[in-house]
């Protein structure tokens, strides 16, 4: 897509620090790391959110998440993807994060609001996707 600012980088339009390239799949260095070693990776085929990418195109993906959190050492480290701007995306061209978390205060910081439910409701809810999945 034109206008797509990891598609300019796929393209070589745009710089960046590539950890991995495939023909489906490129990892690179993130820009405004949360910290050490957060890297990005991509998938070549252009779609804003996950259901938007073929099941082939996202075979890799979490492989190459795998090689680069092992290439950077971290022992703690999360995995993030975000489809949607209340979901926190920014680019609109599906990415897996790879954020080490060497302590407390650096990488992903996660507010958990869980909520208590009840076993009917969960039953209820479950009856209405499963057929779907
Ligand atoms: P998200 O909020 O999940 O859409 O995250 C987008 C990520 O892309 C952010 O962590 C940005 O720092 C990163 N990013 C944006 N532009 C570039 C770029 N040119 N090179 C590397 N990372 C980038
Ligand atoms: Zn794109």
Redesign the pocket.
């Known amino acids: 897509m034109a206008a797509c600012?990891?598609c300019?980088?796929i393209k070589g339009e745009?710089?960046?620090?590539k950890l991995f390239e495939s023909d489906k799949t490129l990892a690179?260095?993130?820009?405004?790391?949360?910290s050490k070693g957060?890297a990005?990776v991509i998938p070549k085929f252009h779609g804003a959110t996950l259901t938007d990418i073929p099941d082939e195109h996202l075979s890799e993906l979490l492989p190459v998440a795998k090689k680069l959190a092992t290439a950077t050492g971290a022992v703690n480290f999360n995995i993030?993807?975000?489809n949607g701007r209340i979901a926190?995306?920014?680019?609109?061209h599906v990415?897996f994060?790879m954020i080490p978390k060497p302590n407390e205060q650096e990488g992903l910081g996660i507010s958990w609001p869980q909520k208590e439910t009840d076993m009917e409701a969960l039953k209820a809810l479950f009856e209405e996707i499963k057929p779907k999945v």
């Not at 745009?14 to 620090?17: D, L, T």
């Open positions: 600012i990891f300019k980088i745009i710089p960046c620090f690179f260095l993130d820009i405004n790391p949360l957060h990005l993030l993807q975000n926190h995306q920014i680019v609109d990415h994060h």
